[in-house]
DNA sequence: GCACAAAATGATAGCGTTAACATTTAACTT
DNA sequence: AAGTTAAATGTTAACGCTATCATTTTGTGC
């Protein structure tokens, strides 16, 4: 398209008829620089076309423009939201996002989570859970100075910043609309142990039912994993007791899919004879039949504030990490489709 | 952990007793260095744990280390499993990717390859379909005399490497095997009109019929777009007709998914009352109830190769264009799964 | 209008690497 | 052994930007 060649900061400077310095100070907002100067410089820039090379501000700056995403999160659906999600927001801020995925054994974790800093030199780091709560890469984090903000942790809250929504309430909400609905016997599958949200989606439901003199046999209790699989086993679980469930509350939505699955291999039809609400709202949810209730988490927002905060170098200081606008509680909402169903 | 500081190229150096040069050919592998000296300069890089500084290495080389991936996938499962695996593969021969939705509209099209380009200066494009098929976006890279990989194009297969697979072989055998299990009523829902395979497949579907002297009617034939919402309405319509097909054979495993959430809908068991078979063999085909009979498209290895392809370098020179070296056809394979069966 | 501070701008020196060319060393020839 | 060529290594100057400090301009109070 464009022959000429990319313009530099010395060709804007040229044009502009001031020195390099004053064009870079406009770029990089960080002031002292009149508005007239900072009109005429901008719009040269414009005229020019010009984009940073980032590689040049990167050795100068010894700023990466990078930020790490580590994850080790079963549910397929949930990291490729998120994933994209955040490819997106980093790039509109003029950052590139590593990517990748912790090993499952600690001192491999280590290695990678020490060689990602090494090598790629983040200036930030996102943990999805469970990763967020492993104690040993946080703590080497803190010591290699590198900001990080977590995405639904569950322990040492004061440590960093995060984002989250509020688990506990949302699981008391759904479990509270199935009885409503007239259901009681109502089980749940618990989500991956290390993942701190499963604890508290477990122990929302438990208080809804409490709150509403609602006993359930502890056979209704199921551990999964939040893979489909594991789901597909609890579920064959509860549908081969005596006093089946009317209603599976499964704690996401990749489970719930495979709740739907082991019904039908049963023969069971949902919702008419067995409702399902799972968690998250991922594409899954309205990909499989029936379309699961479920609760949306904010994915999508939960991405942008990550990122933000890490961009913004709001704590880079330690000194800020305890500020509390660094902790972000996002809404959630209950979707309501076709898996769940008063009861007839 | 480790606190020193990070050493550099001339560290190694001065700790090797050569020039800095000869330690960056060791790691550039571009020859010229005798075997002594390589080994010796291999033993002082691994001893003090020498990361090469991308930036820097950027900067000075004029290469980006950047490979970007353009897509615009109706598929979301499509694309996610292409995504982790180009991300996985790129880390590991030291690239980062940048990832990029191309817009809809033509000219935005343009300008966001263009920015591409231009902001992070890649050193090569992977073109998912039907982003590798669009003409003018060709045209743009090869002006600019940017390295690409197409993934299963459909048109200009002399223009530049490629990987595919044989798509119309894949759905020629899958509809065979249907009408070996004695279907012979068999819909099919066409993929997206603008991706190159759709047709493909839609070929070999008719051409397994031809050749076991098979007809229907037109009403078979419904037009699809990769989403599970276009696989859904397609579904509905056929199976409102009078004389409902037996089995159908989904284009991608979105609508494979969509068309067996329209049979549940309509209290049509999969796959006693209706087979359906999909194509990809995405997380999503064993996911949903009943699992997917579908064709397993080789994603991870065609992202491999694709990488591969344009890390190599093979074809910086124009002239290598034409090498059949460059053109990948992978195998596929048929997976046999719950959602199809012989009628009865 | 003068001293003085504060704001705005500029000059210079890297950041860590590779390209391009210069030089040395080794390896053959005759 | 001198001459020639090739292989191996070294030197220097970028690459495009920002940090740091130096300098100029502007504004303020008396």
Redesign the interface.
Known sequence: ??KDK?SRLQDVAKHAGVSMMTVSRVLNQNGMVSEKTKTKVQAKLKEL?Y?P????R??ASNK?F?LGLLYDNPS?SYV?QF??SS??LC?DC?Y?L????VDKSLTKNLESV?ELI????VDGLILLPPVCDIAEILE?LM??NIPFVRVSPNAQLNVSPYVCMDDYQAAFEITEQLIQQGHVNIAHIIGHPDVGASRLRYQGFLDALRSNKINIPPEYIEQGFFT?KSGLSATQKLLSLNNRPSAIFASND?MA??A???A??KNIPVPTALSVVGFDDT??A?????HISTVRQPIKEMAKVAVELLVSGKFDDPANLKRSDLRHVLDFEIIQRESSTGIS
Chains 1, 2 share one sequence.
Not at 53 to 56: D, E, F, I, M, T
Not at 98 to 101: A, F, Q
């Open positions: 398209m464009n990319k076309n984009q090379n980032v590689s040049a990167r050795l990466s990078f397929a490729s994933l994209l490819l997106k790039r003029g590139h590593v990517v990748d995925e020490a090494n090598i790629t030199q080497t010591a290699a489909y990749d899919a495979a739907i699955s082991a039908h291999m594409l899954l309205s990909t499989v039949w029936p």
